[in-house]
Every structure is written in C-alpha cells, then in structure tokens.
C-alpha cells in the first residue's frame, strides 16, 4: 500500500484548477505558430478551438481585397470580417482546402477586424489584404 500524502494530493487538485480556470471560454491552442506584418497574417496549428484575431487599418476606403489561402486536414475554420459593431461583413467556412482572392465592400470608415476562428481545426492558413 502506498503511503498517503495529503499535501500532493491537495496539490495537484489546485493545479487542476488553475489549469481549467486558464482554458475559460474553452478556446485551445496548440502549436500554433503565426506570423505577419500589417497587411498579411499567416499561422499554422496542430489543435485551434477559438478565435484569433487582427485588427484592419482601412482608413476611408470603400472596398477591402482579401487573397486568403486555408488548408484543414481536421475540424473547420471560418474566416470571417467583422465591422465596428461585431456584425460580420463577410466569411468563408472551411473544412478542405480554399483558396480566393475576393473584393468585400466596406458600408463605413471601420474599424474592421480579420477573425480566425477554428473548431477542431488543424491545419495553416495564408491571408493578405489591401484597401481601395
């Protein structure tokens, strides 16, 4: 028989719930490895559960060019442009493989946010942007 040890046991029930305390919203993110400047972003991932997400500096102008690029081996991941308010300009769903270059039209000044939003994904996505 093992000897009890009241401290480690209290221990590791503590780490328990440190550990879920920092999963709150039940966004995970493994192996996750991103990169970009100001006007491209591109990431890979093993596991994305959540969101992420860059803020679009458009300034005046009227049309947003997105070319993105989104390979999901598992799950899915939705690309999505949300406006000033949170109400969504414009999104893509993916559970293969999708590539576009495409013109959305921006009805105000911003700002806007570039969303990644992955639902068991694992794969890697490419996005770029200019505005007209």
Do not use: H
């Not at 997105?66 to 690309?79: F, I, K």
């Not at 109400?87 to 013109?103: F, L, N, Y």
């Not at 946010?113 to 890697?124: E, I, K, M, S």
């Amino acid at each position: 028989m093992y000897p009890r040890r009241p401290g480690a046991v209290l221990a590791g029930l503590l780490l328990a719930v440190a550990l879920l305390a920092g999963c709150e919203g039940g966004e995970v993110l493994s192996g996750w490895n991103a990169s970009g400047g100001g006007r491209d972003w591109q990431a890979r991932f093993g596991a994305f559960e959540g969101s992420e997400s860059r803020e679009l500096s458009v300034g005046g102008a009227r049309e947003l060019r997105l070319d993105y690029r989104v390979e999901v081996r598992e799950g899915s991941m939705t690309v999505a442009v949300l406006g000033a308010d949170g109400r969504q300009v414009w999104s893509t769903t993916v559970t293969g493989s999708e590539e576009d270059r495409i013109g959305i039209p921006l009805p105000d000044s911003g700002p806007y946010r570039l969303t990644a939003l992955g639902a068991g994904a694992t794969g890697r996505f490419d996005l770029s942007w200019k505005t007209r």
